[in-house]
């Protein structure tokens, strides 16, 4: 501590960080746990007007977790371990949901299935009610098995083949092997990916809000408390029992985590490759992922085509007018681009200088920073959103900017991902590198800047790249924060599938996608063929 206090400029950078961290991380939670008051929180509990939404949020939990997590396993192990064709299709095509809105995936459900859709009734002259639970799990069985897949295609990757090539030659059958050696490898992270899926169906606001009808769930009736009755101390109460579900369900998967890292990473994984699959696996495999590729493309092909013809499915014929409402009201569109670009960059560049006085500097209170920069991972969009409105919608914040607020809200919402790919990039890198500068007469923030960053480029480009996607993509975190200037893309798609306006709410969300994907592939030719970007990481809705 005594050496950090000779450099002024170590001083400044933990100052600013840990002002940062409280002003807006820590204040605004704060603010929505104690905005109810005790005896708020008694009479609202007392009314029992949660319980049925609490039900019926761990109801739709378990259920879309159970089958998301199921069909994600199976993608994943057919991309890891089968030897079917077209992986690198089917790679692409699990991206898709991850650089869209999620809750597009109830817009495209309703068209493809409900009363009036293109397969339910024009297909089969059925006109079924698709809103409630039954087409909730559905939409969220579809909208977060890829980001089930993702995590749990990291966990195969990771598991050591020499312990199941030594159970093969041992004599052991394949089922015998996967029940085994396979599974018990990685079980822990298999769990942990679970739990992860959980807290993204917990939290999600925009599936319910348009597919669930009268099936409210926690962050729908926090929605419906401040929009419908003003009640901001309810929604606050409504928000934190959100809150305690999805830090409770992050704590697990955090301490099952710990547990993975020593069992999985030998740091010689690659060195042989996996046993083979039996061809029937392989062919199964297959089946499986060209059936939830197809269903994806369907999601995804109906927005376009909605964007493309007068009116779906009723007037299929071809029109630009619905991008031309795009180019009419792309301020929303520029605002996403504009907020989204600034959070990335911003939170990419504090993830590394957080995780640099973290995990190279010894201070006290570094671990309290540590636990606070993760926390916002646990932490419900909607949460968040009114945490940042409850805490900064006030007379004396009336100098600041909403568009920067929002901006700023995605960047430190975003910020765990940045942060933890940092420590682990640190981690691989050997102290006496960063050491010798400072012993040839470099300051510490020198070091980083000049030798360490460098490193770092990886970490800094998944933590800004991933910021970008969320932003763009998110809406519950700003639901509360626009204001007619400064809305959102996500806002204005939410809006018009509100009004039933398909074509426009369609091309709007092909334009957010088609923008993502530039994006993606800019940062991918400037810098990801030298093999310095991870690629996106699943995050939060």
Known sequence: ????????????????????????????????????????????????????????????????????????????????????????????????????????????????????????????????????????????????????????????????????????????????????????????????????????????????????????????????????????????AVSTILLLIALVLYLIRLRLEGRRSYVTATGRTGSIPRPPVPKIVSRLCFVACLVLAILILLVYGVLIVSALVVSFPNNMNFTLENFAYVGAHATSLRNTLVYAGAAAIFSGLLAVLMGYLVQRRNWPGRRVVDFIAIMPAAVPGIFFGIGYAAAFNQPAFDWLDRGALITISFIFWNIPIGYQATMGGLQQIDRSIDEAATSLGASSMRSLRDILFPMLNSAFLTGAVTTFVRAVTTLSVVIFLFTPRTTTATITIFQLVNDFNWGGATAFTVAVIGMAILVLALVWFISGRRGGFRGIQPGGV
């Open 1 to 236: 501590m005594r050496k950090a206090l000779r450099e002024p400029s170590l001083v400044l950078a933990l100052l600013i960080v840990a002002i940062l961290l409280l002003a807006f991380v820590i204040y605004p939670q704060v603010r929505v746990v104690v905005l109810p008051g005790f005896e708020g929180y008694v009479e609202f509990l007392a009314g029992r007007s949660w319980v049925r939404p609490l039900i019926n949020s761990l109801q739709i939990t378990v259920l879309g977790t159970t089958t998301a997590t199921l069909l994600g396993f199976i993608y994943a192990y057919s991309m890891v371990y089968s030897q079917m064709r077209w992986k690198p299709f089917f790679r692409l095509v699990g991206l898709l949901p991850l650089m869209s809105p999620p809750f597009v995936v109830a817009a495209s459900y309703i068209l493809l299935f409900g009363p009036r859709g293109i397969i339910s009734y024009h297909i089969f002259g059925q006109s079924p009610n698709v809103l409630g639970l039954g087409g909730l799990w559905g939409v969220q069985t579809i909208a977060f098995f890829p980001f089930a897949y993702q995590l749990i295609a990291d966990v195969l990757s990771r598991s050591d083949p020499r312990l199941e090539q030594a159970a093969h030659n041992l004599g052991a059958g394949h089922w015998q092997v996967f029940r085994t050696v396979t599974l018990p490898l990685v079980r822990p992270g298999l769990l942990s990916a679970t739990l992860m899926t959980a807290i993204y169906i917990v939290e999600d606001f925009g599936n319910p809000a348009l597919i669930g009808g009268r099936y409210t769930v926690l962050s729908t009736q926090a929605y419906g408390l401040i929009t419908g009755f003003g009640d901001l101390p309810g929604a606050a």
